[in-house]
């Protein structure tokens, strides 16, 4: 098993604080009760997405510029106090004014009975087999006895991202020492022994590279999700939606003008910001526990169901407004400990002002994150299995 850590990032303790705070939300005791995410049923969740898109500034313009114009202030304040101090009162104002009413995500009703309404009950076991626990009491020599007999069984059916990288990463963070990695491993059973090692050691990481293969027996059990949920017939109808990527970059307009030495930036930064290059394959993401992906909006104008396969999922509905200007400030960050250190600090203070809502995900239940649907996501102190789909506004009807 071959193996390369690449340093990611360091942790800090605002980074801690807004775990523990995560925690106090999701247990919903006392004063620190937060209201739980809403259940809807196919219409009500295909009358959400709708109102979404009518009333709401979601779009493939506001994807990109309103993220540009965050990240943009967020590149000049570096090493700039005065900068950095008015960003932080801006973006701390922007978070208490955020509507209130929007829905960021939900919980679909009914849930799903993996035994009966899922094909190839094996592979469904197979999956769950993969959740890595903390305390397994596995030896080493067990484990890489069992990650060699689930890849065996797996590898036919899953895949890099990008399919000519024949292995695999993850993000990972190391307790002990504060440090954050991203991993390369060369095979399936090098992945799945890595995370049960990682959440071994307390550890928390998470897979975000890891597809299924189309016309495959688990592909199979990711369209039958779809088809549970009615998500291509009903909810993201294929007249306006495309699951996965649209072929086609959705064309925006500059706001204003781009001065000349962030043109090139600008640029770059559209082509990673606007998701494209049509691409029909699932996710599945694996988790260890604690595993945390940080407030955002994802790439373009995309909805996304997120199916717990077992294991537990925490979700935060964060106002969309919100959560598109922290992940462009997360991303404008220079890496430094101490720019990482206020940014962690900036998004704690940020929830903590605004509206947000919480749902905790357990085995058969699914998230549907709304269009522009900003959110965070906590792994739970078992880990994780999750298999998710993302449909995108296809680009063609609004190309010019």
Request: charged share 25%; aromatic share 6%; hydrophobic share 35%.
């Amino acid at each position: 098993m071959v193996r390369k850590k690449r340093k990611y990032s360091v942790l800090l303790p605002d980074l801690e604080e807004l775990l523990n705070q995560l925690q106090r939300w999701f247990g919903g005791d006392g004063d620190d009760h937060i209201d739980a995410v809403d259940i809807l049923t196919i219409q009500q969740a295909k009358n959400a997405v709708s109102i979404t898109m009518n009333n709401h500034n979601v779009s493939y313009d506001e994807s990109f510029n309103g993220w540009w114009r965050w990240n943009l202030r967020t590149i000049e304040a570096r090493g700039e106090d005065d900068r950095r101090d008015s960003l932080h009162h801006d973006a701390i104002k922007h978070a208490s004014k955020a509507p209130r009413d929007e829905i960021q995500l939900v919980k679909l009703s009914p849930n799903v009975h993996h035994s009966t309404d899922l094909p190839r009950p094996d592979l469904v076991e197979a999956l769950k087999q993969l959740q890595p626990k903390a305390n397994t009491g596995h030896t080493r020599q067990e484990a890489l006895s069992e990650a060699d007999r689930l890849a065996t069984k797996l590898v036919p059916f899953l895949e890099h991202d990008d399919p000519d990288n024949s292995g695999f990463d993850f993000l990972w963070r190391d307790t002990k020492t504060g440090q954050e990695y991203r991993e390369d491993v060369d095979s399936l059973q090098g992945l799945f022994f890595r995370l049960w090692e990682v959440a071994k050691n307390k550890g928390r990481a998470v897979t975000l590279s890891l597809r299924v293969k189309t016309d495959t027996p688990l592909h199979d059990i990711c369209i039958a999700l779809d088809d549970k949920y009615q998500m291509t017939r009903e909810i993201c109808p294929q007249e306006t939606w495309c699951l996965g990527p649209p072929m086609r970059q959705a064309r925006v307009e500059s706001p204003d003008v781009i001065e000349k030495a962030h043109k090139e930036r600008y640029k770059k930064a559209k082509s990673f910001r606007l998701a494209h290059g049509e691409d029909k394959r699932y996710y599945l993401i694996i988790g260890t526990p604690g595993a945390l992906t940080r407030s955002h909006w994802d790439r373009g104008v995309q909805a996304v169901l997120y199916h717990t396969v077992t294991g537990t999922n925490h979700a935060l509905a964060v106002p969309r407004q919100v959560a598109l200007m922290l992940s462009a400030i997360n991303d404008g960050s220079n890496g430094t400990q101490e720019s990482i250190q206020w940014s962690h600090e900036l998004e704690c203070k940020a929830l903590q002002e605004t509206t947000v809502k919480a749902g905790t995900f357990l085995s058969g239940e699914t998230m549907l994150i709304m269009p522009g649907g900003g959110h965070l996501v906590l792994t739970g102190g078992d880990g994780k299995v999750v298999i998710a789909g993302e449909w995108h506004l296809d680009t063609v009807p609004l190309a010019r």
